[in-house]
């Protein structure tokens, strides 16, 4: 098979390496990828978001599989326009895509098919927004309605900051477009878990669960990032939580969005909040998670492939979904100043320690080769993820593969998977 992942992150680089082991895979493309996806596949230089390139490549080079992996090009509806040049493609169509897309649209869902979330209000109107603040109950959560990178959430403990964060959010419009709407809901507390899924329109398999870590720096302080890195399982998910989210929140995802004419196929990302009443939705995402899937799918022992082409068959029912049992930390090696200022062009020295080292994976977030050189091209750098017979030993060994590469201003959090020891 002839295969294109749409993408240049970890979460594509994840991908490629789990499509590369699979025996069907005679030949992979990425568009733009990156230095990493390089060594695996050949990496063309077409955009994510450059729709009519992308289908005209893929038609050109007569491709078996497209899959496609951040959230704008499945949001904008990619995956339409190549359907309609004929392609088979993985990832959800643009009608089912607004499941990650709108905030808005997602908690209507939840509220209309009793899914449990945080109770909310939409806003299209600052002033509105800011009149409903004056009655709300501290803390709340802002939400920009639109995809902004992971990054369009505001936590405000106090009346002036909730303002604050109106102001933000919808005038300034810090995160564009995606702040012309906006979400306030209820503040849950809570074991934050994620969990990603296989879907096919109307059966749902569960992957392994994880946690992500969203804030920059050590204690879960400073800014929200794409993530700073990840573990997998949680310990938190037991199977009484596992029982409870099938019986109220995973298949009835599928039913309401198949009940709205919006069948999902694709992976639906669970983030969940673990709360005193029961797992609650806090997000859903239409893709895999990164660095969630850093830390999932080198655990999976099915061919990708085959899973991917039953979610676009309608076929899912039919296959045996299975994880290593074992465990893997991610951590992420990011350029210091992330995710605000940062510079770039860094030379990557150590990358070759990980050839050929079993159960060590390095995955690039944001490299490019110069010449014979890589160097750091974002603020998200690599994801080095080890696998270990439990958490805490894939987290000693994670933290010792992060010593073997190195560029100047690197920067990682300290403490990625240390709520496992409190479980």
């Not at 002036?160 to 507390?189: C, L, N, P």
């Not at 995710?339 to 690039?364: M, N, S, T, V, W």
Request: a negative charge; aromatic letters at 8%; charged letters at 25%.
């Amino acid at each position: 098979m002839k295969l294109l992942i749409v993408g240049g992150g970890g979460r594509e680089h994840a991908i490629a390496q789990c499509v590369a082991k699979s025996p069907r895979a005679d030949k992979i493309y990425c568009a733009p990828g990156n230095a990493g996806i390089g060594q695996i596949a050949e990496c063309v230089p077409i955009g994510a978001m450059e729709f009519e390139k992308l289908t005209a490549f893929a038609v050109e080079k007569k491709i078996d599989l497209v899959i496609v992996g951040p959230d704008d090009p499945l949001a904008g509806g990619l995956v339409d326009v190549m359907e309609a040049a004929g392609l088979r493609v993985f990832g959800p169509r643009k009608n089912a895509a607004i499941l990650e897309g709108s905030k808005a649209f997602s908690k209507d869902l939840m509220k209309k098919y009793h899914i449990p979330t945080a109770a909310y209000e939409n806003f299209d109107d600052p002033e509105a927004a800011l009149a409903y603040l004056e009655q709300a109950k501290m803390p709340v959560v802002l939400k920009a309605d639109g995809l902004a990178l992971g990054k369009g959430v505001l936590i405000c403990q106090n009346l002036e900051e909730a303002k604050a964060g109106v102001r933000t959010i919808m005038q300034d419009r810090k995160f564009g477009d995606a702040g012309s709407r906006m979400v306030i809901e209820e503040f849950m507390t809570g074991r934050e878990v994620s969990v990603l899924s296989f879907v096919d329109g109307k059966t749902i398999k569960i992957m392994s669960s994880a946690q992500d870590h969203k804030r920059a720096r050590d204690g879960d302080q400073g800014l929200n990032t794409g993530g700073m890195g990840t573990f997998s399982p949680s310990p938190f998910y037991t199977k009484e939580v596992d029982a409870a989210c099938r019986r109220y929140i995973y298949q009835a995802t599928v039913d309401a969005m198949a009940a709205e004419g919006r069948p999902f196929q694709g992976v639906i990302f669970f983030g969940l909040m673990l709360t005193q009443d029961g797992p609650k939705v806090l997000e859903y995402n239409a893709r895999f998670g990164d660095p969630e899937a850093q830390v999932v799918l080198p655990r999976m022992k099915n061919d990708i492939i085959d899973v991917m082409e039953a979610c676009i068959d309608g076929t899912l029912d039919r296959i045996d979904l299975q994880f290593e049992d074992n465990a893997a930390v991610c951590v992420v090696l990011a350029s210091q100043g992330y995710p605000e200022a940062y510079d770039k062009g860094l030379a990557i020295r150590g990358l070759e320690r990980f050839e050929g080292a079993d159960g060590y994976y390095c995955f690039h977030a944001g490299t490019k080769r110069e010449g014979e050189k890589i160097v750091t091209n974002g603020g998200r750098v690599l994801g080095i993820t080890a696998k270990g017979a439990d958490l805490k030993e894939a987290r000693a060994n994670a933290y010792r593969a992060t010593e073997w590469v190195d560029f100047d201003n690197k920067y990682m959090r300290h403490d990625i998977g240390r709520a496992i020891d409190e479980a």
